[in-house]
């Protein structure tokens, strides 16, 4: 029997690249450590699970970078896109999933496949040589003993940040007397109907009220090993922005902009909680943007002050866990795998990409390149200019900081956006070659990219599909 490509890590990006490989013909072994352990975050067996929001943000494909890397994984065949648009629910123009069954249709799909094996137990250290290769996919939650492991084999510290869990509120105690439905310019998305989440809203006297509560509130403690371990800026705690200045909040996710009380509409908030459709039934809804570290105790007092919550009942309440990356620029290839042990590939959060969608991807990629290399052929790159391409070129080398002295690193978590793609060669213009201004030209900007990066993630396609000639 030809040997399996091992798999280290049943998360979104462990999954995608082990059904890429099945799918590509070789056979493939998961191994997933829970519940044999479990982690600070997860709460089932599930591969796959959603650990802190159930959005896969924007499905703009036209407009947004990671709507785009959606689109790209769907041309793909990605098993995390496939069930997410399955299991979707309404969230404006974003797509955001139930999260338990989405986790439980990734697990059957897997379970399904002839070629897919599910190990349940941990992998202490580096994988046994005898594996063969194999792709690492442990996500921000890497078992100790295998993160130390990978420490001694590089030579270089892994840099860690804090990853935050929100709220989940039972819908039926929510105030809808004070809270309305509304998604943010009435924005319709995939499921959607311009009418997707619950809004709080906050005059001027309640919004500083609660300020100084998320400031003053208590706080869970840090552990010795958390004290030096910075945040990552896209999920920093809510007390952490409220702490950065008063107007902070309501100038990000709470910002009440494209919204309009039907309740009170001649009167506009100060600022505005949205909470999102967490499950396929309805019945529970997570506070956007709400990851904290207040106390369990602290988080029903401070949160039950948001007018539409003073009778809230959480089904979950916030929590905080450390995530662990790598110094990817310096210590992996242009194909994901370790300079020095190539037989190891790595994939998802532990490379230094941020997000769900993210993190699916890089084990889209990783999949496909672990099974090219076990035909004996070798994929090209994928085109800078596609977001797959722009992303896994910042993990691999596009982010290589000079530094001084003493300095520390400044390789970060990186969500997919336009900034990473190379820019246009022509600069987007109206009819007869009028020159764009404002956001009509941001517009026509975005449109552009994601033109070029469809067009030249299909001619890519093209190139590494055998002809029907070839395979006779």
């Not at 009435?186 to 001027?204: E, F, L």
């Not at 910002?255 to 909680?273: E, F, M, R, Y």
């Not at 030209?441 to 055998?466: C, Q």
Request: net charge negative; charged share 20%.
């Amino acid at each position: 029997m030809t040997q399996p490509i091992h798999i280290v890590g049943g998360g979104l990006a462990g999954s995608e690249a082990a059904w890429q490989i099945a799918e590509s013909g070789h056979p493939v072994v998961i191994h997933e450590m829970r519940p044999v352990r479990g982690t600070e975050a997860h709460k089932s067996q599930d591969l796959a699970e959603l650990v802190c929001s159930n959005s896969f943000r924007s499905d703009d494909a036209n407009g947004n970078a990671v709507g785009l890397l959606h689109q790209e994984m769907r041309s793909l065949g990605s098993l995390i896109l496939r069930m997410g648009d399955a299991h979707q629910v309404p969230a404006g123009g974003a797509l955001a999933v139930d999260r338990e069954g989405f986790a439980r249709a990734v697990t059957a799909a897997l379970e399904a496949h002839p070629l897919v094996t599910i190990s349940r137990e941990e992998v202490e250290g580096l994988p046994p040589a005898e594996w063969g290769e194999v792709v690492v996919a442990t996500g921000p939650l890497t078992s100790p003993a295998l993160a130390d492991a990978i420490r001694g084999l590089t030579g270089s510290d892994a840099l860690a940040f804090f990853d935050a869990i929100a709220p989940i509120v039972h819908r039926d105690s929510i105030d809808m007397g004070k809270a309305w439905f509304q998604s943010r310019y009435d924005k319709a998305g995939p499921g959607g109907t311009g009418a997707d989440y619950i809004n709080c809203p906050m005059n001027r006297e309640q919004y500083d009220a609660f300020i100084q509560a998320l400031i003053e509130g208590e706080k869970i403690g840090f552990k010795e090993w958390e004290a030096s371990t910075p945040y990552f800026d896209g999920c920093l705690p809510i007390e952490i922005m409220a702490a950065r200045g008063p107007e902070t909040l309501r100038h990000g996710p709470m910002k009440p902009v494209g919204l309009t009380n039907p309740h009170d509409p001649t009167v506009k908030a100060c600022a505005i909680v949205q909470l999102r459709q967490d499950n396929a039934l309805g019945t529970l809804y997570n506070m956007v943007g709400f990851q904290t570290k207040l106390t369990y105790s602290e988080q029903v007092r401070v949160f039950r002050t948001i007018p539409g919550l003073e009778n809230a009942e959480f089904a979950r309440l916030g929590g905080l866990h450390r995530n662990t990356y790598l110094d990817s620029p310096r210590l992996l290839d242009s194909t994901l795998r370790l300079k020095v042990q190539p037989r190891l590939r790595f994939a998802g959060q532990i490379t230094g990409c941020e997000g769900y969608v993210e993190s699916a991807a890089t084990g889209l990629v990783a999949g496909r390149f672990a099974a090219a290399e076990r035909e004996g052929r070798a994929l090209p790159p994928l085109p800078a200019t596609t977001a797959l391409g722009a992303l896994i070129g910042h993990i691999t080398g596009g982010h290589i900081a000079v530094e001084e002295a003493g300095s520390p690193r400044s390789f970060q978590p990186m969500n997919v956006n336009f900034g990473l793609f190379p820019p246009l060669a022509e600069i987007p213009r109206g009819e007869a070659g009028k020159r764009l201004r404002g956001p009509e030209k941001a517009v026509a900007k975005k449109r552009a990219l994601t033109d070029r990066a469809r067009a030249d993630l299909a001619g890519w396609i093209a190139d590494v599909t055998p002809s029907q000639a070839a395979a006779e």
